[in-house]
């Protein structure tokens, strides 16, 4: 009598292992990723996608502020960020430390200097732009040493800093990856002497 129960019950379990294997092959499911650029995580999802060809990515560029609501309102599953975001109930992981350079333009009189303090910059003009992750580094590298940085660019396209840093609008913070991968913009590349420029 009970040997029925049991045999439907193994049968049962059998086709509940079954389903979590072809969910798990057929990439049933759906992951939501925001990141404040897309050129960072660009590789990671290649190779994800490659493992996993079946499965529905959905991607957000988004700033800090934006992130923190998307997570709240579980419009994303978790976010690449460059700094640890704050709202409540957040979990941060720091996946990898990069340095942040001063670019500035070719010719500039510190073009050729290995590094640079903040107070040897207060005076210099910065393209950076008017919320996220460059602005606030900025404010709070200058912060740190009782100063206020001089803007001569503020926008809402971070790509743009190069170009408008290389065409003399002034100097700027740009992360070390794009000297490796944007070599296409004539800058020139400064260590910034502070420890947390990154």
């Known amino acids: 009598m009970f040997l029925r129960h049991v045999d439907r019950a193994l049968s049962e379990l059998d086709d509940g292992r079954r389903a979590v294997h072809e969910a798990r092959d057929t990439g ?6 925001a990141s404040e650029t897309l050129l960072t995580i660009s590789a990671l999802l290649g190779s994800f996608r490659a493992a996993h060809p079946r499965a529905d990515v959905r991607l957000f560029q988004s700033d800090a502020d934006e992130m923190d609501r998307q997570l709240r309102d579980r419009e994303v599953d978790f976010c690449v960020a460059s700094q640890p975001l704050t709202g409540t109930h957040l979990e941060s992981i720091e996946l990898v430390r990069q340095e942040v350079l001063l670019g500035v333009p070719r010719g500039h009189w ?7 303090t903040i107070p040897e910059i207060a005076d ?9 992750w460059q602005r606030a580094l900025l404010n709070q590298l200058f912060a740190s040493q009782g100063l206020t940085p001089v803007l001569s660019c503020e926008g809402d396209e971070p790509g743009a800093s190069g170009d408008l840093i290389s065409a003399g609008l002034g100097t700027g913070l740009i992360p070390a990856m794009s000297r490796q991968v944007g070599t296409r913009i004539p800058l020139a590349w400064v260590h910034v002497d502070a420890p947390d420029c990154h």
Request: charged share 30%; hydrophobic share 30%; glycine share 14%.
């Open 110 to 116: 510190l073009d050729g200097r290995d590094s640079v």
């Open 124 to 132: 210099e003009p910065f393209v950076t732009t008017r919320r996220g």
């Open 28 to 33: 049933l499911g759906r992951v939501s990723v």
